[in-house]
Every structure is written in C-alpha cells, then in structure tokens.
Nanobody
Framework: QVQLVESGGGLVQAGGSLRLSCVGS????????MGWFRQAPGKEREFVSD????????YYADSVKGRFTISRDIAKNTVYLQMNSLKPEDTAVYYC?????????????????WGQGTQVTVSS
C-alpha cells in the first residue's frame, strides 16, 4: 500500500510559477514510479510527467516540456513538480500517482495509487 498527499496548488498569474509536492508513505514507495496527471472540467485526465523510482529518468507531455520539471527526493519520500511560465490552459486539478509495476510510461492506467488532487488556477 502507498498513501500520497499533494500540496502546493493555488491561484497564480499567467507567466508565474508554482511548485507542487507529493509526499508518499508505505514500504513500496521507494520502488515506485511516480507520475503527475491533471484534469480540467469536462476533459479527460491527461499525463503531465513521470519519473523512475531512482529518479534517473523523466518523461514529459509535449504541452509542458521546457516549462515543468519533475524531481524526487528519496530521503524525504517526496516528488515535486516545478511549474514555470504557467498558462491559463494549465488550469486543472493536479494528481500525483504511484505505480508498483509499470510497462509503459505516461499512461494513467499503469498507476495503482492516487492522491486527492490539488487545484491549480492560472489567470490571464
């Protein structure tokens, strides 16, 4: 079992920055792939970024590449999503997720545990 708690969402002006945090617990956390996904009203949940258990490899959606950075601190059991140059279209509820086993990155169906979500709103 893995429990995840996100924080760091809020309201920001376009062009601004936010850093989301996801703190995990459970014996399997350190061996889990971690991902960030987002969902806007009326839209499907979409992939944002994920990172391997060791933190050695990262993956990004084309829409956020160059603006967002995912990282993890193994000692703190925490995954971060640094979001820069935010745009109104980034507005969504952001979720972190953990996968005990994964066969394909960037797929929500691969993830086993999900956090409660944190709202990000970008104004123009």
């Amino acid at each position: 079992q893995v429990q995840l708690v996100e924080s760091g969402g809020g309201l920001v002006q376009a062009g601004g920055s936010l850093r989301l945090s996801c703190v995990g617990s459970g014996r399997a956390f350190s061996s889990s792939v971690m991902g960030w996904f987002r969902q806007a009203p009326g839209k499907e949940r979409e992939f944002v970024s994920d990172i391997t258990a060791s933190g050695g490899s990262t993956y990004y959606a084309d829409s956020v590449k160059g603006r967002f950075t995912i990282s993890r601190d193994i000692a703190k059991n925490t995954v971060y999503l640094q979001m820069n140059s935010l745009k109104p279209e980034d507005t969504a509820v952001y979720y972190c997720a953990a996968a005990l086993r994964i066969r394909a990155y960037s797929r929500a169906s691969q993830y086993d545990y999900w956090g409660q979500g944190t709202q990000v709103t970008v104004s123009s």
